[in-house]
């Protein structure tokens, strides 16, 4: 069969491994150039967990060998208080048991290089899709060019699917998105002396009630931080002075660590927490049957780890739905919408959890080791 995928992210890539080893021809349409011919992205989270769910899909096409070598596990947690003290919370009683570090532009290289080089799979760069029509499987994208004839169109386009985009405007589909008052924006922790600043071994949070910063190590010795704040207090540091007086009171140790900290405040974008449902994911016509995984069916906040573990998921799921059907990817994208279920879950638990680390993991009870219960 032939398929096409709109978008070459962590997920799309991921997806046609999948679908080439089942024997189909996958061309792959991404909007941007060739990342492997660039640098990493800024405003995204340069790197992030990887986790079980993840790697579970990863190893079922033998590459969670060579992405692992390339990550840093975090076998827990540790809390940096307002006064500096430190708290280590192991993940697991089982300190072999971790979640992993991972480059998101080095991943996504790796699994373009892994999806480009298997027979059947075409990726085309620099095409935008702009239009979609699913009773002819007409594809239009940036700058004129079409595609007639798809008859399995899969999203994996992310948060703001374009693909998604048409399925909105069809009657019987559903769609919601919940902004956050809260943005995020990343800076650094470079490497000191030539070694990690803090211990690379676990991520890094610095609970403040309201809002929160966390940082995750990178291969470089370099950490990411990731600043989850409201609105207001991002758009009130406006000047190098507030910047660091406002650190200097609410992150000292880490102000320290932090050379570059006014510069980079002032420079990155702040990005936007945004959950995302959609019903159904998919929608079959005579002419082509449409689907939706990823963020593109189910974006949801970051502060469970879990949005590219739950897209890699759905690459097992889809999998597993068309072998059931005998790859009829009608019946076999019917199918998979029994795991709106589990995502829903996931989104739930991942808002949830932007209380429990900005807050409840730096509460005395939680640091005595007696976990007090979501209210
Ligand atoms: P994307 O990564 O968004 O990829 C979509 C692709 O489609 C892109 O390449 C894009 O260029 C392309 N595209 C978009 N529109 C078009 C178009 N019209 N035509 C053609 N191509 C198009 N997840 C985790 O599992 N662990 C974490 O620790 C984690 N941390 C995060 C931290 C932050 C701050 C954020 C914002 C997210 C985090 N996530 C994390 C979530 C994770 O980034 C996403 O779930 C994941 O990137 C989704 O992958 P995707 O391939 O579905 O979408």
Redesign the pocket.
Known sequence: MEVTI???????CLLACFLARRGHHVTL????PDPREQGPDRG??I?????ER?IDALRRLGLDGKVLDAALPMAGRVMHAQDGALTFQPYSADRTQAINSIG?AAL?RELLDVASALPGVEVRFG????GLDERTGRLE?EHGEVADGARVVIG???????VRARLQQLPGVSFSQDYLDYG?K?LSIPAKDGEFALDPGALHIWPRGRSMMIA?PNRDRSFTC?LFWPHETLAALDTPQRISAYFGEHYSDAVELMPGLAADFRANPV?H?VTMRCSPWHVTTEAATVGL????AH??V?FY???????FEDCVELDRCLDETGDDFPAALELFERRRADTDVIARLALDNFVEMRDRVGSRVFLAGKRVEHT
């Open positions: 709109v978008g070459a992210g962590l997920v799309g349409y991404e909007r941007r995204r989270s790197n992030l967990a990887m986790s993840g998101r996504n095409h935008r899709l702009t994208f994996a386009d992310g948060a703001f699917s374009a995020y990343e995750l990731t990005g927490l995984v990823g963020d593109a974006a949801i970051p780890g879990q949005g590219a573990n739950c897209g």
